[in-house]
């Protein structure tokens, strides 16, 4: 997938020679975007020591984002995301382990609501630029159900709204009110789930759900 990416990027800078912009006239944008989220440091973890291990796996993540130009290349907006990211059950249980009858879970999901200030280069036909963001997000854990020929592993799905922040930088091409462009960047937040063990005692865990996230989108700038 990050193969494409980079030959779309390619395509892109190819085309802005000859692409014709009146974007100076322009000072609000909608945005579409859609890309993978790669899990890192905590939320990729598969070890078995940790209290509860999240085994997230890379995901789709679907950004919707406005921005309004608030100053000379500066641009304030806000942007509303969802993420996904499955549980690896083959690391949780390997496939051909004759102790486990049937797994199933269901993903981690995060959706955001964030601020942004976003900041742009001009080049010939197109910009570069560099993007913050803050806001919060509603995390969801995933759930687990693992039959085995000694019972049932079982852990249900926790919900907690926490803090979120994100930086990204990329670069689009102008096609006079269109864009199309590439986009990569972080993603993070960190909720408080409750997880339940074996023998019934609960306990509450932080898990820091980070993402490097890499993606293209298309633009509408009036």
């Known amino acids: 997938m990050k193969t494409t990416f980079l030959y779309l990027l390619l395509f892109f800078i190819v085309f ?3 692409a014709q912009s009146d974007s100076s006239a322009h000072t609000s944008q909608i945005r579409v975007y859609f890309g993978g989220a790669f899990p890192k440091g905590d939320f990729q973890s598969s070890d078995f020591e940790d209290t509860y291990t999240p085994f997230a796996m890379s995901g789709p993540l679907m950004q919707v984002s406005y921005a309004k130009a608030i100053g000379r290349n ?3 907006g806000a942007t509303l995301g969802l993420r996904i990211n499955a549980m690896d ?3 949780f249980a390997e496939e051909n382990d004759e102790l486990v009858l049937s797994k199933k879970s269901r ?3 995060s959706v955001f609501t964030l601020a942004d200030a976003e900041y742009r280069f001009n080049l010939t036909d197109g910009y570069f630029f560099v993007k913050g963001s803050a806001g919060a997000a509603l ?3 995933a ?3 693992v039959e085995t020929t000694y019972g049932t592993i ?3 799905a926790d919900k907690n709204t926490a803090f979120a922040y994100g930086a990204s930088t990329g670069l689009f091409a102008n096609f006079d009110k269109f864009e199309l462009g590439f986009e990569t960047g972080i993603l993070s937040t960190r909720p408080e789930f409750k997880f339940t063990d074996a023998q019934g005692r609960s306990t509450n865990y932080k898990l820091s759900m980070t993402t490097i996230n890499l993606g293209i989108f298309g633009a509408f700038s009036f």
Do not use: C, E, I, V
Request: glycine share 4%; net charge positive; hydrophobic share 35%.
């Open 16 to 18: 802005k020679a000859t």
């Open 74 to 76: 500066l641009y304030g």
């Open 89 to 91: 059950l083959d690391k």
């Open 107 to 109: 993903p981690w999901q």
């Open 139 to 141: 995390n969801r854990s």
């Open 143 to 145: 759930s687990l159900h």
């Open 154 to 156: 079982a852990q249900a």
